[in-house]
């Protein structure tokens, strides 16, 4: 499964995002500092890979002394104050540096301490809050101000009235800002050179909350706008101009559009170079961002069908997981689909998510007498009256590139999509987020088992756990994974809980009478399998296993009656041949016990453990001098294990076989 992680170097960029990295970088190399560059794009479009590339990009250039710093916002969200969180990050980053002197380390740790001890950031920001909320008529006078490189405490002290100074202690948090901007302005100087440049990428800006969002911004333009520093900053522009207008909760007098007019202005005063990326293309998706992931040739051959959803590498990232997901269930299901259907089907999902979602739900509600997709190739009259029931559906007929899409090759209209809707709803987003978080973890949890990661499988059965303590078919899974590594007592835990949280829950009761047979207490796996028939009658691999408990126990009759039974269920179950022929043995009945044998390895021919049954079997015929039917003399015999792929693997045994029976 692939991960969210972004690109670290030219020699992972998936997306051509290397010229904008060096464009950013000639751009940031050539300008006149204090500079902030805005770094747009939505949700995973890749803002923080092309940070990354363009600090690789500033840190091997030759033409300026440059130093970088990255400040991951998100991570300091919960701090007390994001603006001290961002200050401390850049002097501690001075301080760090093996290249900085003594005596400037000595300076930057002095600041470091007097911010923290003051508050500055929270202090001074606080004022312009009390100055502008919610009054409109101030905000010219403020973005005047931000924009004003020669902007001074003085100058702050003239635009806020003198009531809020002297009520709020104001003035001395204005003098503390000039002393602030100073130092540091002298610390940058001496830290990078005459000509140098700090440029410091803030990161993951747009996943705070609103008013700290802001207040970055702000504090950006009043403490840290000094000469030499250049501020990189990547976010949703849509998302940010939101933000401001509700820190100041301004109240629209006007049409929304304006509100948003003046909120998107405002940010442009603090932000001088906005650069936006721009939306992936069908070809680049395939070709290069698909074919450079790190996923199988199987997903890789329908590159150009997933490309067309054209969204942003996080989200394609997402639906390649989907995909890879949903074709793991499908062929431990045992599902005809075709994997071209199956890909559409995904892109369908991730870009039409309400077309998809009411395709699966009304197909899952009536017996797939309803199906959408059919219904976009009717005539438009016979459509219209078709759509008269299933209120809120129709605007997608309108949608062209939908129904172009569901119509090019390979059509979806002639598709049987009842095994590839019983797919998708092992990985929809359910109405409840708890429910889909519960749910996508637990399926990537059967994935990750079936592939043999056990340890990743567990931790996702516990990720759906935690999100849905009631979640019975998770502990069992995870109880099932525990045995797999050996960890019995746990899954034994893990197996009560489940049966706890649904006493009528076969499989777990199963599962558990495994784990005691492993463990030698016949008794309890017994009564287990004895409540998983009782709740399943036609628990075949239940009869089987407790068939297997009674031979271990020399009951052979019981066992072989159990084993009878899921013979009678499931007649292609080699395994319970294997099993009763096991006790016919054990009762002495050895013609009985060949049958079973050769119709085991007739079932199931690379069963090794019936081949050494057999040659156990017949050893002990030799050996006893027991009369053997004619219908397994030596010939017949010889055939049977000679032709066997295995013959090779039990030379040794099948070579003293054959010398004592004198073929």
């Known amino acids: 499964m692939l991960t969210d992680n972004e690109i670290r170097s030219a020699a992972e960029d998936t997306l051509e995002f290397n010229a904008f990295a060096e464009t950013l970088g000639e751009i940031i190399i050539t300008s006149e500092p204090p500079l902030t560059v805005g770094v747009y794009g939505e949700w995973g479009s890749g803002k923080t890979s092309l940070m990354r590339l363009t600090q690789e990009v500033l840190e091997k250039q030759k033409k300026k002394k440059i130093k970088t710093s990255w400040f991951n916002a998100w991570k300091y969200d919960k701090a007390h ?8 990050t850049i002097l501690k980053e001075i301080s760090k540096d093996k290249k ?29 809050g009390t100055l502008l909320a919610p009054q409109l008529a101030f905000i010219p006078a403020l973005t005047k101000l931000l924009t004003n490189d020669k902007t001074s405490p003085a100058d702050l002290a003239r635009l806020i009235p003198k009531n809020i100074l002297k009520e709020d202690g104001g003035q001395k948090t204005l003098e503390l800002i000039g002393e602030f901007e100073e130092e540091y302005k002298n610390i940058i100087k001496s830290y990078v050179g005459k000509n140098g440049i700090l440029v410091v990428f ?27 520093s250049v501020f990189v900053i990547g976010a949703s522009r849509e998302i940010i101009v939101k933000g401001i207008m509700r820190k100041y909760k301004v109240e629209p007098d006007d049409s929304e559009k304006k509100i948003d007019e003046w909120g998107a202005d405002y940010l442009e005063k603090i932000i001088q170079i906005p650069f936006r990326l721009p939306p992936l293309r069908t070809d680049l ?11 199988s040739e199987e997903i890789k051959k329908h590159k150009n069908i997933l490309a067309q959803v054209r969204k942003n590498p996080r989200t394609i990232k997402r639906l390649l997981n ?64 078709r759509l008269k029931d299933l209120q809120g559906i129709e605007q997608y007929y309108n949608d062209t590139s939908l129904m172009d899409f569901i119509k090019e090759e390979p059509s979806l209209i002639e598709a049987n999509l009842g095994d590839y809707v019983y797919l998708a709803g092992t990985t929809k987003e359910e109405t409840k987020k708890e429910s889909k978080d519960a749910s996508y973890y637990f399926n990537m949890g059967y994935a990750s088992s079936e592939k043999g990661d056990l340890d990743k499988a567990i931790e996702y059965y516990s990720d759906a756990i935690m999100l849905n303590p009631q979640y019975s078919k998770a502990y ?38 495994v784990v005691y047979d492993e463990k030698g207490q016949y008794g309890r796996a017994i009564k287990d399998y004895d409540k998983a028939i009782e709740l399943n009658p036609d628990y075949f691999k239940a009869y089987y296993n407790r068939g297997l408990v009674y031979a271990k126990k020399e009951e052979f009759d019981k066992a072989i009656e159990d084993c009878n039974k899921a013979i009678e269920l499931e007649p292609g179950f080699a395994n ?61 015999v010889k055939a049977r294990i000679m032709s066997s792929d295995l013959v090779k693997k039990k030379k040794d045994k099948i070579t003293t076989f054959l010398k004592k029976l004198n073929v």
């Open 476 to 513: 069992n899974n995870r109880g099932d994974t525990h045995d797999k590594k050996g960890e019995i007592d746990k899954a034994i835990e893990d197996f009560n809980k489940a049966i706890e949280l649904d006493p009528e829950y076969a499989r777990a009761y199963y599962n558990r009478g």
């Open 202 to 228: 803030i990161d993951d800006l747009d996943r705070c909350l609103p008013e700290k969002t802001i207040d970055i911004l702000e504090a950006i333009k009043l403490f840290l706008h000094v000469p030499h």
């Open 322 to 385: 989907s995909f890879e997901l949903q074709m793991i269930l499908a062929e431990k299901r045992g599902l005809a689909i075709e994997e071209s259907i199956l890909a559409k089907l995904v892109v369908l999902e991730f870009k039409w998510a309400l077309f998809h979602k009411n395709l699966i739900d009304l197909f899952g509600v009536s017996d797939g007498k309803i199906n959408l997709i059919e219904i976009a190739d009717f005539e438009e009259s016979k459509r219209d009256e």
């Open 100 to 128: 900085t002197s003594k005596t400037l380390k000595s300076k930057s740790k002095k600041l470091l301490k007097r911010v923290n001890l003051s508050g500055l950031g929270m202090s001074a920001v606080s004022i312009i």
């Open 285 to 295: 998706i395939a070709n290069t961002f698909i074919e450079k992931l790190d996923v």
């Open 81 to 88: 104050d994001l603006r001290v969180a961002l200050i401390n």
């Open 576 to 636: 319970a041949y294997d099993s009763r022929a096991f006790s016919y043995h054990g009762k002495g009945e050895y013609d009985k016990a060949m049958e079973d044998y050769s119709q085991s390895i007739k079932l199931d021919p690379g069963d090794e453990l019936a081949y050494d049954n057999i040659i156990e079997l017949l050893n002990e015929v030799l050996e006893k001098k027991i009369h053997f039917p004619d219908k397994w003399d030596s010939s017949n």
